[in-house]
């Protein structure tokens, strides 16, 4: 057992070059996969961190359960954890008749919850400012409906009662409907035709019902009730408030299961029970069986989602069933259970992302162990060649075929251990980095907190994988050392079997590259395994490296598209309205344009117009409709039409000017895309532009001015957009300035929003948003950071760019150990074949021309097998997006000349580095030796 040990160490030792390649190779394919393996892992605990921060670390929620069947989860053998939330009551809300710019319309209503202790450990709450309630008395106030006035620490009294709707109760889940909604209902009904109403309402009824004397939404039985207000909360994700609601939860804490609730003696005195099973992976079957417990439904779509069931609408005669009807489902829902998404990532139920990533990173490492066995496999290889003749002689003198057999595995487990090793420590290092990079790119953007982790199951599995990398490697070239015979290895008759036909070279070889190039020809074919294994090695590293490189090529394109420069990086646009409302926001949008920190902008608005059909290609002449064709009349700000009319280069008066955009992207069948215009107008063409928005009464309106109708003549044909207008109205647009219409504007504008460039674009949104606020419009507007969304897409691509470059880059590293160890100990075996051919009277420039000619003929192999096979894949790809995106394929020219220049430095300064040495040497000493 000595014997093989030190046998072993010493040829390592004296074969350090190769051994410390192989190392190298071992080590790199541990890093590898452990890197891949941590990341996994960060990226799990991070999603993990993510939902418990936002959704919180229970596993489902059982909704509008009655507090009398509680005992079914809090008691059931497989809940470990039951946290529960009862309806303490509603009250109207300080700012429900205030000019407040925290109230959502509809949403009048304060809802208050009491949570158990369970609740408010397991539920995702975000106080933002102050504590969380330690009684009965103390409120946690959502910050949608905390009035201005109100500080924490202050005490307020508020009258709870429960919410009553057609004389019944309405639980908290309840949808909010005023007075005014259910007249403006009733009214709209009304105004239908007998035919439309039969098969919703009696229409008869509804004329006869006692508008005047209508009840909405209200509170009943409501008492005072005395809170101390102890923190500002940020309104809780829809597994805790669901917007829509007519109201937003404000919190207690529960004293106990006799806290007061002002729907104790209605149907509606329920409870949410949040719950936690003790295996995350059963959460599908433990949760059916609860469900079922419950008289709940559930829907196998997903293996574990669960739903309620849906009650029957109410039938009958009565007006009140009749308008009762339409919102019945927000009067008394059924339980339901929900599950958390936490669960997803804990117990690996459903969720998608964490499943691609998953499947993704066992792709990769399948990958790098296929790779490494192929690569190790053939170190070992040339390892047990150059120890024919030692281990025939070790046969000779009554070596087993074990313990020869022994002596490659040995080799094995101390190149594994030793790579493995550092590979671990080297993996660790790489993970902690790219856990930095990884939270500075996307961390905002995914809204995770990405921390090192290394789980102990990492090491096992880098340790499994590696072990088997090395086992496989070894096992076949032990094999073959096993059976080797003491005669022919010591004799050397086996080394090269070959036929004189199969080493006949071509006239046209000599022709061409005269005696260096037959040598070189030759010399591959006589070591066919050697030459092949550094081919197969390079065409991987080809084929990946193009492959990849074509899909972030396509990702590139698709961020272009979603976030490309769409010439502005803040919008503004608003809710819309009636005439009046549309012009106070036109107003409004003046004056947030003087706002510090805008650099430039345009404000745009919307005049829907028609236009005659026969202007309209053949490709849409059935989509006309009563001969028109429905168009987008775009009115500019003066400046930034003027600047619209030089980014198109036309010189026209602005007050005349318009520009027809019409181009589209059109899909075909095949899903590409394909260029196209919608009408086949041109500079100089008149057309008949009418815009009629009022509805059937059309000469009354005209008689009225209402209906805007114009000639206008085209400037110019574009298919470039003002800034603003991002994607193709079905129609085109015709992009005007607002002095193109004078002081007579026509009836009809709506507005499409303020697009600003800024060099600051967080800190203008908050400018913004302070003066909306102060005009009591928050809710009014909407902003879009659409600078920040450029740079998230770009940091996320730049992400995916350093994941995938670097797999590249370690499988290249990879790839070229196994060439330099193959072409390496190649060119010292053929240290004697060197020398002879030198002695024979082969100059110094016939050699180095036969050497460049091998190299030539390794990368031009390798190019021509790795190339094909990268388009292919990369063709491959490109199907794959083009089932969603079809932007046309392109043949990946530049990843082709970069695999081309770094296969040729690769093979040559392998070739020339490994010479280097052979060159030094004596020709008769070389000659002499003994090659082992």
């Given at each position: 057992?000595?014997?093989?040990?030190?046998?072993?160490?010493?040829?390592?030792?004296?074969?350090?070059?190769?051994?410390?390649?192989?190392?190298?190779?071992?080590?790199?394919?541990?890093?590898?996969?452990?890197?891949?393996?941590?990341?996994?892992?960060?990226?799990?605990?991070?999603?993990?961190?993510?939902?418990?921060?936002?959704?919180?670390?229970?596993?489902?929620?059982?909704?509008?359960?009655?507090?009398?069947?509680?005992?079914?989860?809090?008691?059931?053998?497989?809940?470990?954890?039951?946290?529960?939330?009862?309806?303490?009551?509603?009250?109207?809300?300080?700012?429900?008749?205030?000019?407040?710019?925290?109230?959502?319309?509809?949403?009048?209503?304060?809802?208050?919850?009491?949570?158990?202790?369970?609740?408010?450990?397991?539920?995702?709450?975000?106080?933002?400012?102050?504590?969380?309630?330690?009684?009965?008395?103390?409120?946690?106030?959502?910050?949608?409906?905390?009035?201005?006035?109100?500080?924490?620490?202050?005490?307020?009294?508020?009258?709870?009662?429960?919410?009553?709707?057609?004389?019944?109760?309405?639980?908290?889940?309840?949808?909010?409907?005023?007075?005014?909604?259910?007249?403006?209902?009733?009214?709209?009904?009304?105004?239908?035709?007998?035919?439309?109403?039969?098969?919703?309402?009696?229409?008869?009824?509804?004329?006869?019902?006692?508008?005047?004397?209508?009840?909405?939404?209200?509170?009943?039985?409501?008492?005072?009730?005395?809170?101390?207000?102890?923190?500002?909360?940020?309104?809780?994700?829809?597994?805790?408030?669901?917007?829509?609601?007519?109201?937003?939860?404000?919190?207690?804490?529960?004293?106990?299961?006799?806290?007061?609730?002002?729907?104790?003696?209605?149907?509606?005195?329920?409870?949410?029970?949040?719950?936690?099973?003790?295996?995350?992976?059963?959460?599908?079957?433990?949760?059916?069986?609860?469900?079922?417990?419950?008289?709940?439904?559930?829907?196998?779509?997903?293996?574990?989602?669960?739903?309620?069931?849906?009650?029957?609408?109410?039938?009958?005669?009565?007006?009140?069933?009749?308008?009762?009807?339409?919102?019945?489902?927000?009067?008394?829902?059924?339980?339901?259970?929900?599950?958390?998404?936490?669960?997803?990532?804990?117990?690996?139920?459903?969720?998608?992302?964490?499943?691609?990533?998953?499947?993704?990173?066992?792709?990769?490492?399948?990958?790098?162990?296929?790779?490494?066995?192929?690569?190790?496999?053939?170190?070992?290889?040339?390892?047990?060649?150059?120890?024919?003749?030692?281990?025939?002689?070790?046969?000779?003198?009554?070596?087993?075929?074990?313990?020869?057999?022994?002596?490659?595995?040995?080799?094995g487990l101390y190149i594994g251990a030793i790579g493995t090793a550092v590979g671990i420590l080297l993996g660790i290092f790489v993970v902690a980095i790219l856990t930095v990079v990884v939270q500075i790119l996307i961390g905002?953007?995914?809204?995770?907190?990405?921390?090192?982790?290394?789980?102990?199951?990492?090491?096992?599995?880098?340790?499994?994988?590696?072990?088997?990398?090395?086992?496989?490697?070894?096992?076949?070239?032990?094999?073959?050392?096993?059976?080797?015979?003491?005669?022919?290895?010591?004799?050397?008759?086996?080394?090269?079997?070959?036929?004189?036909?199969?080493?006949?070279?071509?006239?046209?070889?000599?022709?061409?590259?005269?005696?260096?190039?037959?040598?070189?020809?030759?010399?591959?074919?006589?070591?066919?395994?050697?030459?092949?294994?550094?081919?197969?090695?390079?065409?991987?590293?080809?084929?990946?490296?193009?492959?990849?490189?074509?899909?972030?090529?396509?990702?590139?394109?698709?961020?272009?598209?979603?976030?490309?420069?769409?010439?502005?990086?803040?919008?503004?646009?608003?809710?819309?309205?009636?005439?009046?409302?549309?012009?106070?926001?036109?107003?409004?949008?003046?004056?947030?344009?003087?706002?510090?920190?805008?650099?430039?902008?345009?404000?745009?608005?919307?005049?829907?117009?028609?236009?005659?059909?026969?202007?309209?290609?053949?490709?849409?002449?059935?989509?006309?409709?009563?001969?028109?064709?429905?168009?987008?009349?775009?009115?500019?700000?003066?400046?930034?039409?003027?600047?619209?009319?030089?980014?198109?280069?036309?010189?026209?008066?602005?007050?005349?000017?318009?520009?027809?955009?019409?181009?589209?992207?059109?899909?075909?069948?095949?899903?590409?895309?394909?260029?196209?215009?919608?009408?086949?107008?041109?500079?100089?063409?008149?057309?008949?532009?009418?815009?009629?928005?009022?509805?059937?009464?059309?000469?009354?309106?005209?008689?009225?001015?209402?209906?805007?109708?114009?000639?206008?003549?085209?400037?110019?044909?574009?298919?470039?957009?003002?800034?603003?207008?991002?994607?193709?109205?079905?129609?085109?647009?015709?992009?005007?300035?607002?002095?193109?219409?004078?002081?007579?504007?026509?009836?009809?504008?709506?507005?499409?929003?303020?697009?600003?460039?800024?060099?600051?674009?967080?800190?203008?949104?908050?400018?913004?948003?302070?003066?909306?606020?102060?005009?009591?419009?928050?809710?009014?507007?909407?902003?879009?950071?659409?600078?920040?969304?450029?740079?998230?897409?770009?940091?996320?691509?730049?992400?995916?760019?350093?994941?995938?470059?670097?797999?590249?880059?370690?499988?290249?590293?990879?790839?070229?150990?196994?060439?330099?160890?193959?072409?390496?100990?190649?060119?010292?075996?053929?240290?004697?074949?060197?020398?002879?051919?030198?002695?024979?009277?082969?100059?110094?420039?016939?050699?180095?021309?036969?050497?460049?000619?091998?190299?030539?003929?390794?990368?031009?192999?390798?190019?021509?097998?790795?190339?094909?096979?990268?388009?292919?894949?990369?063709?491959?790809?490109?199907?794959?997006?083009?089932?969603?995106?079809?932007?046309?394929?392109?043949?990946?020219?530049?990843?082709?000349?970069?695999?081309?220049?770094?296969?040729?430095?690769?093979?040559?300064?392998?070739?020339?580095?490994?010479?280097?040495?052979?060159?030094?040497?004596?020709?008769?000493?070389?000659?002499?030796?003994?090659?082992?």
């Amino acid at each position: 057992m000595d014997v093989i040990k030190n046998f072993v160490k010493r040829n390592m030792a004296r074969n350090r070059k190769r051994t410390i390649v192989t190392i190298i190779g071992v080590m790199l394919s541990a890093a590898l996969m452990c890197a891949v393996a941590g990341m996994v892992a960060t990226f799990r605990e991070g999603m993990l961190t993510f939902y418990r921060y936002n959704y919180g670390s229970f596993y489902g929620k059982a909704e509008n359960v009655p507090v009398a069947n509680l005992s079914y989860i809090t008691d059931n053998a497989h809940v470990t954890r039951a946290g529960v939330s009862l309806a303490v009551g509603t009250a109207i809300s300080p700012n429900s008749n205030a000019d407040s710019q925290n109230m959502y319309e509809g949403n009048p209503y304060m809802y208050i919850m009491a949570f158990d202790d369970t609740a408010f450990e397991d539920v995702a709450l975000n106080v933002k400012e102050g504590r969380l309630p330690e009684n009965d008395t103390e409120l946690l106030v959502n910050e949608l409906v905390m009035p201005k006035e109100w500080k924490v620490g202050d005490k307020v009294t508020l009258d709870v009662g429960h919410r009553e709707l057609f004389g019944e109760d309405v639980a908290i889940e309840g949808g909010y409907f005023s007075k005014d909604r259910i007249e403006e209902d009733i009214s709209s009904v009304l105004e239908m035709n007998d035919d439309e109403v039969d098969t919703v309402f009696d229409l008869d009824v509804l004329k006869n019902y006692d508008i005047e004397n209508l009840v909405g939404d209200h509170i009943a039985d409501a008492v005072p009730r005395e809170y101390t207000i102890v923190g500002v909360m940020e309104s809780p994700n829809n597994l805790v408030q669901v917007y829509g609601r007519g109201g937003f939860i404000c919190l207690t804490r529960m004293k106990d299961m006799d806290t007061f609730s002002a729907y104790r003696d209605t149907d509606a005195f329920t409870a949410n029970v949040f719950y936690t099973f003790d295996k995350a992976t059963k959460y599908g079957t433990y949760n059916a069986k609860l469900s079922e417990t419950l008289g709940v439904e559930t829907d196998w779509y997903d293996g574990s989602e669960d739903v309620g069931k849906v009650e029957e609408e109410t039938t009958g005669d009565s007006i009140d069933a009749k308008m009762v009807a339409p919102y019945k489902g927000s009067i008394n829902p059924s339980v339901t259970t929900e599950k958390n998404d936490y669960v997803k990532i804990l117990g690996g139920v459903g969720d998608t992302a964490a499943a691609a990533v998953e499947a993704l990173a066992a792709i990769i490492i399948g990958i790098i162990v296929v790779t490494s066995v192929f690569v190790i496999s053939n170190s070992f290889r040339i390892s047990v060649s150059e120890k024919k003749i030692q281990l025939g002689m070790l046969s000779s003198i009554g070596a087993t075929k074990r313990q020869i057999k022994k002596i490659v595995l040995k080799e094995g487990l101390y190149i594994g251990a030793i790579g493995t090793a550092v590979g671990i420590l080297l993996g660790i290092f790489v993970v902690a980095i790219l856990t930095v990079v990884v939270q500075i790119l996307i961390g905002d953007l995914l809204k995770i907190t990405f921390r090192f982790v290394f789980p102990w199951w990492v090491v096992v599995i880098v340790i499994v994988m590696s072990a088997i990398t090395i086992y496989f490697s070894c096992i076949l070239p032990a094999r073959t050392a096993a059976k080797i015979s003491p005669i022919e290895a010591i004799r050397g008759n086996k080394e090269v079997k070959l036929k004189g036909k199969k080493l006949k070279t071509g006239w046209f070889t000599r022709k061409l590259f005269g005696i260096g190039g037959v040598i070189a020809a030759k010399n591959l074919k006589r070591s066919r395994r050697s030459y092949r294994t550094t081919v197969v090695s390079l065409v991987i590293g080809v084929a990946a490296f193009i492959a990849l490189s074509a899909f972030l090529d396509y990702g590139k394109e698709i961020s272009v598209m979603m976030y490309g420069d769409w010439g502005y990086d803040v919008s503004v646009t608003d809710s819309g309205g009636n005439d009046e409302q549309q012009l106070n926001n036109y107003k409004e949008y003046e004056k947030l344009s003087s706002i510090e920190g805008i650099r430039e902008y345009s404000l745009l608005r919307i005049l829907p117009v028609d236009v005659p059909g026969n202007v309209v290609n053949d490709n849409f002449k059935d989509y006309v409709e009563n001969g028109e064709w429905y168009m987008e009349m775009v009115v500019c700000d003066r400046e930034s039409f003027n600047r619209y009319l030089e980014k198109i280069n036309v010189s026209a008066n602005p007050k005349d000017a318009v520009i027809l955009v019409d181009t589209t992207t059109m899909v075909n069948e095949d899903n590409s895309y394909e260029e196209g215009r919608f009408t086949n107008s041109k500079k100089g063409d008149v057309l008949s532009v009418t815009s009629d928005v009022y509805g059937d009464n059309e000469d009354a309106r005209k008689n009225a001015g209402e209906i805007f109708e114009k000639d206008v003549q085209i400037t110019e044909v574009s298919d470039v957009k003002p800034t603003g207008i991002r994607w193709d109205n079905y129609g085109g647009y015709l992009i005007v300035s607002e002095d193109y219409f004078g002081d007579n504007l026509p009836e009809g504008l709506h507005n499409h929003g303020l697009y600003i460039n800024t060099d600051e674009p967080a800190e203008l949104i908050d400018s913004l948003n302070e003066v909306l606020k102060s005009d009591g419009l928050r809710e009014d507007f909407f902003m879009e950071n659409i600078a920040k969304d450029r740079s998230d897409m770009e940091s996320l691509m730049l992400l995916i760019s350093i994941f995938l470059y670097g797999f590249i880059i370690v499988t290249m590293l990879i790839a070229v150990t196994n060439v330099f160890n193959t072409i390496h100990t190649n060119m010292n075996l053929r240290a004697k074949e060197f020398a002879m051919l030198k002695s024979v009277g082969m100059t110094g420039n016939e050699f180095n021309r036969m050497i460049r000619l091998e190299s030539i003929m390794y990368g031009a192999r390798s190019l021509i097998i790795g190339i094909p096979l990268g388009t292919a894949l990369s063709y491959a790809i490109y199907k794959a997006f083009a089932k969603e995106v079809d932007f046309g394929y392109s043949i990946p020219f530049i990843p082709m000349l970069i695999a081309t220049v770094f296969v040729a430095i690769v093979v040559w300064i392998t070739m020339h580095f490994s010479l280097a040495k052979i060159k030094k040497q004596n020709i008769i000493e070389t000659i002499r030796k003994q090659t082992y």
